[in-house]
């Protein structure tokens, strides 16, 4: 008798602890970062679909172009949706560009899914996972 009330207690354990898994946590889609159109017109080189992947990312504008300036070390700004780099990169350049800040930015150390927000804990910037819950530091920009 003892055995059957162990195991129904262990079945309503589990059946609450699914009940409190996110529902993004559950899905199986597969996020892919949109590829950057970029093109060289002179000595610029331009990102057509910037909005695109910025909106994919979920990031503000301004962090997401920071990173760009700091990392490739010229001007840029944005025009019409469009990222308008001061000097000449190729196209795997740029899109490597998005890949590291995706990596470093946005994708969850974790489970590796793209539902996280950065906030600020205690003076320092994490990166919170709204998918498995996972936490993470983030360097600052």
């Known amino acids: 008798m003892r055995e ?26 597969r996020f892919e970062l949109p590829r950057a159109e ?3 017109e002179g000595t610029k080189t331009i990102v057509k679909n910037y909005a ?4 994919a990312m ?3 504008q301004e962090h997401l172009f920071k990173f760009i ?5 010229t001007s840029a700004n944005v025009e019409g949706g469009r990222l ?3 000097a000449r990169f190729g196209e795997k350049q740029v899109n ?29 910037r994490m990166m919170r996972c709204e998918a498995c819950g996972a936490m993470s530091p983030v360097k600052k920009l």
Do not use: H
Request: proline share 4%; with cysteine; glycine share 2%.
């Open 4 to 29: 059957g009330k162990t195991l129904k207690d262990y079945s309503e354990m589990l059946e609450n602890a699914y009940a409190k898994i996110p529902s993004e946590a559950l899905k199986k889609e």
């Open 38 to 40: 970029s093109f060289i």
């Open 52 to 55: 695109q992947i910025l909106k």
């Open 58 to 60: 979920n990031r503000p």
């Open 69 to 73: 300036a700091k990392e490739i070390a």
């Open 84 to 86: 308008v780099l001061n």
């Open 96 to 124: 490597d560009l998005f890949q590291n800040y995706y990596r470093s930015f946005v994708q969850c150390r974790e489970c590796k899914k793209p539902d996280t927000k950065i906030i600020e804990q205690q003076g320092v």
